[in-house]
C-alpha cells in the first residue's frame, strides 16, 4: 500500500474493516493488519514495526505492574546500545481489539500512532522529573490531550475514531461521573484531577464532578489546552519532536504541577487520619476518654466523640473511608489534632502507610494512562518496589540460611520425639519423667497453696435450737430465764462451724503454634505438668487447652487426671511440630482471639468463687481467621462482662505486644524461668484474687 494519499488510506482502513465479519476468527489477522496501517500511517513510519504476540519477559513486566497483558496497547521505542540499534521501535497490538468495537480499536490504533509520533518522555533527563508522588500521574494523564489532537489535526476521520473511544472510556472508566458526593470523598482528589486532564472534553455532565475539583481545573484550563495544542508539525524531525516534548513538560511542571501538588498534599492528610482509624481498629492504637485513664489510651476523646469513635467502630464495616465519610467534623477535627500526641514510632508507621498508599494510586493511574515500555523516569511505587524486592533478596538469602539452621534443629527435635514416644511405651511415661524432674518445686508449692485454701483456724462452737450434743451452761441459763418468766425458744444446743473454704476455676490456654518449638514448648510442658498435679491434689477445678487455629483440649473441667488425661497432655510439644499422632497438628496458625473467645464463654459458665484464664503464647496473632483486632475484641468483652480475671504470659524476649492486648500481663519471660515465674503467679492470684480484677 503507497502512503502518500494518506486520508484516502484511513478512509480505506475504515471501509475494509466495516465490511469484515468481525465475530470471525479468521478475519483477525486482517483486521490487525489494517489497524497496523493506521498506527503507521500517523505515526508517519511505513517500517515501523507492528506485534501481535509478547514476550514472557514482557508479559511478566506488565502482571507485575497490575496490567492485564491481552488487553494493552503499546508503543516501545527503539533501543539502542552504544550507537547501534538492538531493538527496533514496536507497536503491540492486543488480542482483545475489538471488544469495544471497531471503531473503538481504530481510534487507540490512530491514538498509539500519535505517540509514537510525539511522545518521548524516555529522552528527557531523570534530573528533571521532581520525586514527588503525583507528578508522574499528572504527567502521563496530561500527555493524553496532545496525542489525541495530533490524531485530529493531522487526520480528521480518525479523530473521530478516537473521540468515540475517549465517549465510550470516560462513560464505562470514569470513576467520577455519576458518583454521588460520598463516593468521591474516597477517591483522591489529585486522582479526580487527573481524570479530568483526559476526560474533560468528552464529560457529557460535568455537575457530576466534584464542584471544588471543577474549580481547580478551571484555574489550570489555559495552561491544560497550550499543552494539547502543542504538538509537532507532519514531516517534523526528531530534534522537532523532543523540542515540542520539553516545551510540553515545563509547562506541565511549572503551571500544572504546582495545583496538583496542592491536592497531593491534601490527600495525604486525608489518607493519614484514614491510617489512624485502620490503626484503631487493628488494636495498634487505643483511644478513650479522661486524662490517662486505662494506662494504654494512644488518643483522647471527650466522652461524647470516644462514644461516636466507638460506635463507627462497630457499624462501619472496619472500613476507614466509610468511618471518616459518617463521622461528625467535631470528631475528624480532633482525630486530626490527636495525631500530634502519637508517639514518634506510631506517626512514622502511618506516615509510611499513608505515602504508600498513594504511590499505588499513582501507580495505577499511570499503569492506565502509560502503558507503553517506554525508559522513562520510574514512579515512586515502582522505585519502592524495587528496593522491597532487593531487600526481599537479601531476607531471602538469610532466611534460607535460617531455614537450615531450623530443619537440623526440627531433624534433632524429631528425633527427641521419637526417643520421647519410645519412652511412653516404656513403664515410666514422658509425663511420669518430667515429673520427676519438677517434684521439689511441686512439693513447695503444693505447701503455699495448701495453707492459703486449707488456714489452720480452729472450728468455732455457735448454738442452736436444734441438735445431738446439748450445752450444759447453755441449758441452765435457758431454765433460769424461764423460771423468770421469759419465754425464750431454747437455743441450748452446740454446732461446730469451720471457715468456708473458697473455690477457684482455672483455665490454662496454651499458644501451641511453630514458633514455640524447641526449648519454649519443653519449659511450658513442665510448667503445664507442674500446676496440673498440684491443683488435682489441691481439688482447685481446672482445664488444660491449647490453641491454634482452633482450640485442642487436654484435660476438661471435671476430669480425673488419669493416665489417658496425662498422655494428652503429653501430645503438647509435638502438637507445635505438627507430628501429635491422632492430635490437632495445624502450628502454621494462632488464632488467639477466637480461641479466648471460646476459652472464656466455658471458663464463665463454671461454678466458683473466682474464675482466672491465664493464657501463655510467645507471638503476635497470625491466624487463619483472625488478627489483632480480634483478640482485642475478645479482651474488651471479658473486661466488659466482668466475671474472669485474665492473665497474659509472653513467653521468650521480644514479647512486649502481651502488655498491649492483656490487662495484666508478664512479658519477656525466659523460658528457663517460666516455672518459677508460673508458680509464684499462680500463689499470687490465689493469694490476692482482687489484684487481677483490674490493670496492674
Not at 500517523?42 to 514495526?49: Q, Y
Not at 506510631?346 to 507503553?372: G, H
Not at 512439693?443 to 489452720?456: G, K, M, V
Request: glycine letters at 8%; hydrophobic letters at 35%; charged letters at 35%.
Amino acid at each position: 500500500m503507497i502512503l502518500t494519499d494518506k486520508a484516502g488510506i484511513i478512509v480505506g482502513c475504515i471501509t475494509s474493516i466495516g465490511s469484515v465479519d468481525i465475530e470471525k476468527k479468521e478475519n483477525q489477522e486482517f483486521i490487525r493488519q489494517q489497524l497496523g496501517e493506521i498506527v503507521r500511517i500517523v505515526a508517519e513510519k511505513p517500517d515501523l514495526e507492528i506485534k501481535t504476540e509478547m514476550d514472557s519477559a514482557t508479559r511478566l513486566d506488565m502482571m507485575r505492574r497490575g496490567q492485564n497483558p491481552d488487553d494493552c496497547w503499546f508503543q516501545r521505542p527503539a533501543r539502542v546500545d552504544g550507537g547501534r540499534v538492538v531493538e527496533k521501535e514496536f507497536v503491540h497490538i492486543p488480542e482483545s481489539i475489538l471488544e469495544g468495537g471497531e471503531v473503538v480499536a481504530m481510534g487507540k490504533a490512530a491514538h498509539e500512532g500519535a505517540h509514537s509520533a510525539s511522545t518521548c518522555f524516555d529522552k528527557i533527563s531523570a534530573e528533571l522529573f521532581p520525586e514527588k508522588t503525583g507528578f508522574m500521574a499528572m504527567l502521563h494523564s496530561l500527555e493524553e490531550r496532545p496525542t489525541d489532537q495530533l490524531v485530529r489535526a493531522r487526520y480528521k476521520e480518525a479523530g473521530k475514531w478516537l473521540d468515540e473511544a475517549r465517549s465510550q472510556a470516560g462513560k464505562a472508566g470514569s470513576d467520577m461521573e455519576g458518583g454521588d458526593k460520598k463516593s468521591l470523598m474516597q477517591i483522591p482528589k489529585f486522582s479526580q484531577l487527573c481524570n479530568l486532564l483526559v476526560y474533560e472534553p468528552h464529560a457529557l455532565d460535568l455537575s457530576s464532578y466534584d464542584p471544588e475539583i471543577l474549580k481547580k481545573y478551571g484555574e489550570i484550563r489555559t495552561a491544560v489546552e497550550f499543552v494539547e495544542n502543542c504538538i509537532p508539525p507532519t514531516g517534523a524531525t526528531e530534534e522537532e519532536k523532543m523540542k515540542f516534548q520539553l516545551i510540553r513538560f515545563q509547562v506541565a511542571k511549572n503551571k500544572i504541577w504546582p495545583l496538583i501538588e496542592e491536592l497531593v498534599s491534601e490527600d495525604f492528610d486525608q489518607q493519614m487520619l484514614q491510617e489512624l482509624l485502620k490503626a484503631i481498629l487493628d488494636g495498634e492504637i487505643q483511644f478513650g476518654s479522661g486524662s490517662g485513664e486505662g494506662g494504654g489510651v494512644g488518643i483522647e476523646l471527650p466522652p461524647d466523640l470516644s462514644t461516636e469513635l466507638d460506635d463507627l467502630l462497630v457499624h462501619a464495616e472496619g472500613k476507614p473511608p466509610e468511618m471518616i465519610i459518617k463521622a461528625s467534623e467535631k470528631l475528624i477535627k480532633k482525630l486530626r489534632e490527636q495525631l500530634a500526641n502519637l508517639t514518634d514510632e506510631q506517626k512514622a508507621k502511618i506516615k509510611e502507610a499513608a505515602q504508600k498508599k498513594l504511590e499505588q494510586e499513582e501507580q495505577k493511574i499511570v499503569n492506565e494512562r502509560a502503558a507503553k515500555l517506554v525508559d522513562r523516569p520510574k514512579t515512586l511505587a515502582e522505585k519502592r518496589a524495587e528496593k522491597e524486592l532487593a531487600k526481599k533478596s537479601d531476607e531471602e538469602k538469610k532466611q534460607a540460611e535460617e531455614d537450615q539452621k531450623v530443619k537440623e534443629k526440627l531433624a534433632e527435635h524429631s528425633e527427641e520425639v521419637r526417643r520421647n514416644q519410645a519412652a511412653v511405651l516404656e513403664d515410666k511415661s514422658h509425663y511420669d519423667k518430667t515429673y520427676s524432674e519438677i517434684r521439689k518445686l511441686d512439693a513447695e508449692l503444693y505447701r503455699a497453696l495448701d495453707e492459703i485454701l486449707n488456714p489452720t483456724i480452729k472450728p468455732q462452737k455457735k448454738l442452736r435450737s436444734s441438735g445431738n450434743n446439748t450445752n450444759i451452761n447453755a441449758a441452765i441459763r435457758w431454765l433460769g430465764e424461764r423460771e423468770l418468766g421469759l419465754q425464750t425458744e431454747p437455743v441450748v444446743f452446740d454446732r461446730v462451724e469451720r471457715p468456708d473454704k473458697k473455690h477457684y476455676a482455672f483455665t490454662f490456654l496454651v499458644d501451641l503454634s511453630r514458633s514455640m518449638s524447641g526449648e519454649k514448648i519443653e519449659q511450658t510442658f513442665k510448667a503445664i505438668v507442674l500446676v496440673t498435679e498440684v491443683m488435682n491434689r489441691l481439688g482447685i477445678d481446672f482445664e488444660v487447652l491449647g490453641f491454634q487455629d482452633e482450640l485442642i483440649v487436654f484435660k476438661k473441667f471435671g476430669e480425673q487426671l488419669n493416665k489417658s488425661v496425662r498422655g494428652k497432655i503429653s501430645g503438647m510439644e509435638d502438637e507445635v511440630v505438627g507430628s501429635n499422632k491422632g492430635g490437632h497438628n495445624a502450628p502454621n496458625y494462632n488464632d488467639d482471639g477466637p480461641c479466648l473467645k471460646v476459652a472464656a464463654e466455658g471458663l464463665s459458665k463454671r461454678p466458683g468463687y473466682e474464675k482466672f484464664l491465664v493464657v501463655l503464647s510467645d507471638g503476635l496473632p497470625e491466624g487463619k481467621r483472625s488478627g489483632k483486632v480480634d483478640l482485642t475484641r475478645a479482651i474488651e468483652n471479658i473486661k466488659k462482662e466482668g466475671k474472669i480475671n485474665l492473665v497474659g504470659l509472653g513467653l521468650g524476649g521480644g514479647t512486649e505486644h502481651v502488655k498491649k492486648f492483656y490487662p495484666n500481663s508478664r512479658a519477656n519471660i525466659a523460658a528457663k524461668d517460666l516455672k518459677d515465674v508460673f508458680a509464684s503467679l499462680i500463689q499470687d492470684m490465689i493469694e490476692n484474687p482482687g489484684r487481677y480484677r483490674g490493670r496492674n
